[in-house]
């Protein structure tokens, strides 16, 4: 078994007193000062991520964009430069390889970021599916990516660059410098707060958390892990691979069909996908909340009141913002109508809990 990575800013995370574990093949901090505290920051002020532990793909050369249109969902031909669109990549039969972003950075060439447990996977499919005369260059352990997020984001971020964000829109970035070192800043995120992902050389990325450190804790922002990140993701319905989405969900169950561009040319998946949605689905990816006491784990089975099986769990944790367990999983139709009331199997005794609409945050409206 290869031996766990440690990113470029690991003896900064053991410094500041980080819990350290390992996650898809990288040694990464779980939490700080702990998970709800980081969580409820971000939402309210501001958090900083280490997350070089995602991969960043190149592909470049003559024709890049129509073949790497045939690669993705998504239209990456109708994206301008300097901006990024998020897409899944599918098999054949329109399973999801991954979900990435895509940024163009010049006419024929793009960055790919992909999740950290498909680096080598998807480097070898997007190699696979790209015609010879195309590069294809990993470049995940080169690069560091440094994430801001909450509603001080921009703040922190426009002082470390010394410029104003403003007309950095989201799904764009810009080059940059952070104290002297060169910078691809990007306006995304990943946990419903806005939000400012900078890319660095890995041999500086030091210096860059550094700056962006101090002007985090500065405003009493806080460091946050992987633990808050995902209850953040979660509130937000937003995918996690492995999870949520894998080879054997499609975009359209996984309620991304935005991402799909069935009127673009040919793609892998493309005639799965178009059957299924003009033959209907059968089973969709819904949020609820726990009525009764328990939170719902991946892999637990979803029952009706005649305890007929009707889905499984995907994800599932407490909710710092709602102060409520919340849930996603795949449901049969019609189970996920909201409203509905369905039954999670925790530890072999069934716990009552209600469909919603999500994003889960939309529920604090009416509270």
Not at 88 to 105: H, K, M, N, S
Not at 174 to 197: C, L
Request: with cysteine.
């Amino acid at each position: 078994m290869a031996k766990a990575i440690k990113t470029p800013l690991y003896e900064k995370h053991v410094s500041l007193g980080a819990k350290m574990v390992e996650f898809a093949g990288f040694v990464m901090p779980v939490q700080y000062t702990g998970i709800i505290d980081e969580h409820l920051t971000v939402r309210e002020n501001a958090g900083i991520f280490d997350l070089s532990h995602m991969g960043e793909i190149y592909v470049s050369g003559k024709g890049a964009p129509a073949a790497l249109n045939n690669v993705v969902t998504n239209d990456v031909e109708k994206l301008k430069i300097g901006k990024a669109l998020y897409t899944p990549i599918c098999t054949p039969e329109g399973g999801i390889v991954d979900d990435i972003l895509a940024y163009r950075d010049a006419d024929e060439e793009y960055m790919l970021v992909v999740n950290a447990t498909n680096i080598e996977k998807d480097f070898e499919w997007v190699a696979g599916h790209l015609p010879r005369g195309l590069a294809v260059d990993d470049r995940s352990l080169e690069t560091a990516l440094v994430a801001v997020q909450g509603p001080q984001s921009e703040l922190i971020v426009s002082e470390a660059l010394s410029e104003d964000l403003g007309e950095v829109h989201y799904y764009e970035f810009i080059p940059a410098i952070v104290d002297r070192v060169p910078v691809r800043v990007s306006r995304t995120g990943y946990t419903g707060e806005d939000g400012f992902e900078v890319y660095v050389d890995a041999a500086r990325a030091a210096e860059v958390w550094d700056v962006l450190y101090d002007l985090t804790t500065g405003i009493g922002g806080v460091p946050v892990g992987l633990g808050a990140r995902d209850t953040l993701r979660l509130e937000m319905k937003y995918c996690l691979y492995g999870s949520d989405i894998d080879e054997g969900t499609t975009p359209l169950e996984a309620g991304i069909a935005w991402t799909v561009k069935l009127d673009k040319g040919d793609f892998i998946g493309k005639g799965p996908l178009q059957k299924q949605k003009k033959e209907g689905l059968k089973r969709k990816l819904a949020g609820f909340v726990m009525v009764d006491s328990g939170i719902p784990r991946h892999g637990y089975d979803v029952i009706n009141v005649d305890e007929k099986g009707i889905g499984r769990v995907t994800s599932g944790s407490y909710s710092p913002s709602l102060r409520e367990n919340i849930g996603l999983g795949y449901l049969d139709l019609p189970y996920d109508e909201v409203g509905t009331e369905i039954l999670v199997d925790i530890r072999k005794k069934p716990r009552l809990a209600r469909v919603v609409e999500t994003p889960f945050l939309k529920l604090l409206a009416g509270k």
